[in-house]
C-alpha cells in the first residue's frame, strides 16, 4: 500500500529565504505525487503533480518539487519565501490499491515566514 | 472557480442527532469524495463515489454512510454524531484516477 511521510509539523524562513518541505513515499507501483497548499479556512488548492514524466515538476507561485525514485522523495522547494506562502502544505500519493486512485495525503506541514 | 459548493459551511449540532452533508458539482465528474481533517492527521479519506449508486468505503468509514443518486450531488450523513466526530470535512472531485482533486471550501462541524 501506499503511504506519505511528511517530515516537520512546523517550518518557519525569514522572508527571502529559500523553503523546503520535506515528503517522502513509499509505494511498489511507480507513483502519482502531489503538492497541495490549504490556506486558513480553505479548501485545499494542487501545486504541482508528478505523474512519470519530467522528474523536476513547476508548479504554481514559483514552487517546484524533484521526484527521486533512488530516495524515494518529492520535496517541495522555493527560492526565495515570500509573506503570503505561509500556509499548510500536504504531500499526497496515489493510491493503486482497489480504492479507485484516492489521495492519501501526509500529516501537513505548517509552514511560518517570518518578516 | 471550480464548480464544487459544500453545504452548509459550518454547523454545530448535539450528539446523538443525524447530520447529513452536502456536496455539489457542476463538473460532471464520475468521481467524489469525502474526507476529514484533523489536526496532526492530515485528510483521512471516509468514503468515495466511483459513480451514480456506486460508493465504497475509505480508511475512517465507521459512523458515516453515503448517498450519490445524482452525479452532481454526494451526501454524508453522521448516523448519530458523536464528539469525536467534530470535524472539517471536505469533498473532492476528480474525472479519473490519474487526475488531480478539486476541493470544495469544507464544512466546520460541531458536535456538542
Known amino acids: 500500500a501506499q503511504s506519505v511521510t511528511q517530515l516537520g509539523s512546523h517550518v518557519s524562513v525569514s522572508e527571502g529565504a529559500l523553503v523546503l518541505l520535506r515528503c517522502n513515499y513509499s509505494?511498489?507501483?511507480?507513483?502519482?505525487l502531489f503538492w497541495y497548499v490549504q490556506y486558513p479556512n480553505q479548501g485545499l488548492q494542487l501545486l504541482l503533480k508528478?505523474?512519470?514524466?519530467?522528474?523536476l515538476v513547476k508548479g504554481i507561485n514559483g514552487f517546484e518539487a524533484e521526484f527521486k525514485k533512488s530516495e524515494t522523495s518529492f520535496h517541495l522547494t522555493k527560492p526565495s519565501a515570500h509573506m503570503s506562502d505561509a500556509a499548510e502544505y500536504f504531500c499526497?500519493?496515489?493510491?493503486?490499491?482497489?480504492?479507485?486512485?484516492?489521495?492519501?495525503f501526509g500529516k501537513g506541514t505548517k509552514l511560518s515566514v517570518k518578516p | 472557480d471550480a464548480g464544487i459548493t459544500q453545504s452548509p459551511r459550518h454547523k454545530v449540532t448535539e450528539t446523538g442527532t443525524p447530520v447529513t452533508l452536502r456536496c455539489h458539482q457542476t463538473?460532471?465528474?464520475?468521481?467524489m469524495y469525502w474526507y476529514r481533517q484533523d489536526p496532526g492527521h492530515g485528510l483521512r479519506l471516509i468514503h468515495y463515489?466511483?459513480?451514480?449508486?456506486?460508493?465504497d468505503k475509505g480508511e475512517v468509514s465507521d459512523g458515516y454512510s453515503v448517498s450519490r443518486s445524482k452525479t452532481e450531488d454526494f451526501l454524508l450523513t453522521l448516523e448519530s454524531a458523536t464528539s469525536s466526530q467534530t470535524s472539517v470535512y471536505f469533498c473532492?472531485?476528480?474525472?479519473?484516477?490519474?487526475?488531480?482533486?478539486?476541493f470544495g471550501s469544507g464544512t466546520r462541524l460541531t458536535v456538542v
Open positions: 509505494s511498489s507501483v511507480p507513483p502519482y
Open positions: 499526497a500519493v496515489k493510491n493503486y490499491g482497489g480504492s479507485q486512485g484516492n489521495l492519501i
Open positions: 463515489s466511483y459513480g451514480v449508486k456506486d460508493t
Open positions: 463538473e460532471n465528474h464520475r468521481y
Open positions: 508528478y505523474t512519470s514524466a519530467a522528474t
Open positions: 473532492a472531485i476528480t474525472s479519473g484516477p490519474a487526475d488531480s482533486y478539486t
